[in-house]
């Protein structure tokens, strides 16, 4: 592991300056969710006690860490970022900090140091809170807005799994909904946008905006602390902390709240317009919308009556603020909505008055998403970071605008420093969707958002090959856009993946997960040819067939509890005869096999790899151990670590299991510092892997799965052919496969 990073241009580098390639997961998915009591997000009891919740074992316990670092690390990743979410550390109450779950972290970090794993830190959460159906802020934070969360369900302010009749059916994917229903709408308003939006809501002293971001922004700062006292951890270990998980802008930059703004591409269920979620928040039923996903993206299918029968979301006059020491203002009227109080609409006459009164600036300037970001965002993001610096002064600063908007325009500017990373997230949205690979055909997505085709129907893209171009087009164009807007800094996208669910679960009652190793596959040849670091979404050591990784029915992690993990094992991919090392000695000439078809020799694997199988080569006897994961084929794959000069260009071609890599150097690479290529004994058995340099020399670290490569100055290639582990890929490009007819989100 590096013991300091730095960051040059568009690269990170370590002390012997070789380029440094980030390629993690985040650990775990399961810290959204308390572990005391067990929390997941499709049972009621327990649910409403959130001042009395504990996360301490999350992700795991201290005493189960290494075995899941040492997995991770066996499975070639290097970077961790690690989840923890506000609820986490303040759920008592305000300033009240849960201590033992703070030394629980520094803990569980520790270990992953053994294991050289660069971790980042990120405040995590989704629609705000679990109490507004997601992750991350403490229950007295809904509270504080004014809210009553108890009335969601009624009122249509968010859709919550645990309170759903059915969990078992509850929607897929439609949790992200409540960004655009009344809780999520209003609390992000006012984190962003309370100064300007909400002037009223005075608390304790402090518009809501800076009580909200200012306990936020302790309770972060307060990790810190306790992370830079550990003595051993900082910038060796916790490199960096990212900014506000999926940040979301709420109604600032509305200009019609009567309309759906036509931005808004998720319409799922319900679908109310921002003033009929104002409405019902008052509870005035109201005849709304109804859609779901389509062929191509979501479609209208219906309208349905949402009847509060006078619920309101707002809490009641007469609700006790003593209970976290809350003094209101006399401005700030409990009973009322906060938006009639500000003049929005007249609830004696239900007559909206202001239908854009979100979509201007203080000064008068009309407000969209991209002004969002290079505002209220970065007025946030700069406090933000102003208060991590404060305690680790060298702490590299993960940047991430809301998902799939324009980055903010800070380039040449203080904002933009010299240990910075920008760190956006992607998902295929057709794929995460729909919950199914489709090879035939796909959109450009982004191409859509940044308007770039005349008619979506021309951001269709036909057959697997253009499909995967299409993902890494958008990956370079999202990388593009973070250097034209922040300069040259490393682009990190610190989620993307694909869901494991797929077709109704078919991979679960077959063991073939033919469709995920594709999507995994594309997401990350897109990577490899965007040339980005990421960290995969997802690791959830808690994750089952039936309900996912517990929480809103989602279904992400490469490892599964019902797919045989074997806790008994070395979770590791587990290396025999690691006395016979892999060797080129001198060679400077291209090193070829005698038998190159040799090379291509499959396994007798007649599924691919799902479960607690055990794949050994012949010769070396190398053992690959994948107990419990899923789709191994697509994720356990090479890539370079630390590179001497400059990498060119790499990726991995899993139907010929072969990894080609370019790099630039300046020099001849030092004995202390060659290039290092991770290459997984899973695709390259000891006994049938096969290189070919340009110059040079190779050895092999059988206990790292690390090829050193010594080479010379200049242009610089290397080859490497491992055994085609999966079966019904006949290609690198794949046979695309044309549709004659296909409909237009």
């Known amino acids: 592991m590096p013991t300091f990073l730095t960051i040059e241009g568009v690269h990170v580098r370590d002390e012997h300056h070789r380029e440094v390639t980030l390629r993690g997961i985040n650990v775990a998915s399961n810290m959204k969710l308390p572990a005391h009591p067990k929390m997941d997000t499709h049972t009621e009891e327990g649910f409403w006690d959130g001042d009395n919740v504990s996360f301490v074992g999350r992700p795991f316990t201290v005493q189960d860490a290494d075995v899941h670092f040492k997995r991770l690390q066996g499975w070639g990743y290097n970077t961790i970022r690690y989840l923890f979410n506000w609820e986490a ?32 830190m990120d405040p995590h959460q989704d629609v705000w809170s679990r109490f507004c159906g997601g992750s991350g802020a403490p229950m007295w934070t809904v509270y504080a807005c004014g809210l009553n969360p108890k009335a969601f369900v009624a009122t249509d302010a968010a859709l919550i799994q645990n309170l759903y009749p059915d969990p078992a059916n509850y929607p897929k994917m439609i949790w992200a909904t409540n960004y655009t229903r009344l809780a999520c709408l209003t609390i992000f308003t006012m984190f962003f946008g309370g100064r300007q939006f909400a002037p009223k809501c005075i608390i304790n002293g402090k518009n809501i905006q800076d009580f909200l971001q200012d306990h936020y922004i302790a309770a972060v700062k307060h990790l810190a602390q306790r992370i830079h006292e550990a003595g051993d951890l900082e910038d060796s270990t916790v490199i960096g902390w990212e900014s506000l998980n999926e940040p979301n802008r709420g109604l600032i930059g509305y200009h019609k709240l009567s309309q759906i703004p036509s931005e808004q591409k998720l319409q799922k269920g319900t679908s109310p317009t921002a003033w009929q979620a104002i409405l019902l928040g008052s509870g005035r039923a109201q005849t709304v919308e109804v859609w779901d996903m389509g ?9 349905q009556l949402v009847d509060p029968k006078g619920v309101s979301a707002w809490l009641p006059a007469d609700y006790d603020d003593g209970k976290y020491g809350f003094k209101r203002d006399p401005g700030w009227k409990l009973g009322e909505c906060i938006w009639a109080q500000h003049g929005v609409w007249d609830p004696s006459t239900d007559t909206l008055l202001k239908d854009d009164y979100f979509g201007f600036t203080a000064g008068g300037e009309p407000l969209d998403a991209y002004q969002f970001v290079n505002t209220f965002f970065m007025d946030h ?112 996208f610190t989620e993307i993946g694909a869901p494991f669910d797929m077709d109704d679960k078919y991979a679960y009652r077959t063991g073939d997960y033919i469709s995920q190793i594709r999507a995994l596959d594309a997401n990350h040849f897109a990577l490899e040819g965007a040339g980005v670091g990421y960290t995969l979404w997802t690791y959830c050591p808690d994750n089952q067939h039936q309900w996912g990784d517990q929480w809103n029915g989602e279904d992400f992690s490469i490892i599964s509890l019902d797919d045989n993990v074997n806790p008994s094992a070395s979770p590791s991919l587990i290396m025999q005869n690691q006395d016979s090392p892999r060797t080129s000695l001198d060679k400077r000439d291209v090193q070829k096999d005698d038998d190159p078809e040799s090379v291509f020799k499959s396994r007798d694997i007649n599924t691919p790899t799902s479960s607690s199988d055990t794949v050994t080569s012949s010769a070396d006897s190398a053992v690959v151990e994948v107990a419990g994961s899923r789709a191994a084929e697509a994720f356990i794959r090479p890539s370079p670590v630390f590179t001497h000069g400059t990498l060119l260009s790499s990726g991995f071609t899993l139907s010929s299991a072969t990894f080609d890599m370019k790099l630039e150097a300046p020099s001849p690479t030092p004995d202390n510092a060659p290039t290092v290529i991770y290459v997984p004994a899973f695709h390259f058995p000891l006994d049938t892997m096969n290189v070919e340099i340009s110059g040079g020399k190779w050895d092999f670290d059988n206990e790292k799965q690390h090829l050193k490569w010594y080479h010379g100055d200049g242009e610089q290639t290397i080859k490497i052919t491992g055994v085609k582990v999966m079966g019904g890929v006949e290609d690198q490009t794949y046979v695309d496969t044309c549709v004659t007819s296909c409909s237009v989100m």
């Open 89 to 120: 550390i303040e759920s008592k109450g305000p300033g009240i900090y849960d201590e033992e779950f703070i030394q629980h972290t520094v803990e569980v970090l520790r270990v992953a140091k053994k294991y050289d794993m660069m971790i980042f």
């Open 295 to 303: 062929g191509m993206g979501p479609k209208k299918v219906g309208t």
């Open 381 to 492: 993001y700069r406090k933000y970071v102003k208060a991590i610096r404060a305690i680790h002064p060298n702490a590299i600063m993960f940047c991430q605008p809301p998902v799939l908007e324009i980055p903010p325009i800070i380039t040449g500017t203080d904002d933009a420093d010299d240990r910075m990373i920008y760190a956006p997230h992607f998902y295929d949205g057709i794929t995460l969707m729909t919950k199914s690979w489709n090879r035939f055909w796909n959109v450009d997505v982004l191409g859509v958002l940044r308007g770039r085709y005349w008619s979506p129907a021309f951001a269709v893209k036909i057959g697997e090959t253009a499909i995967r171009n299409s993902l890494r087009d958008q990956l370079s164009s999202m990388k593009k856009e973070g250097l034209d807007n922040i300069g040259p800094r490393p682009c990190v």
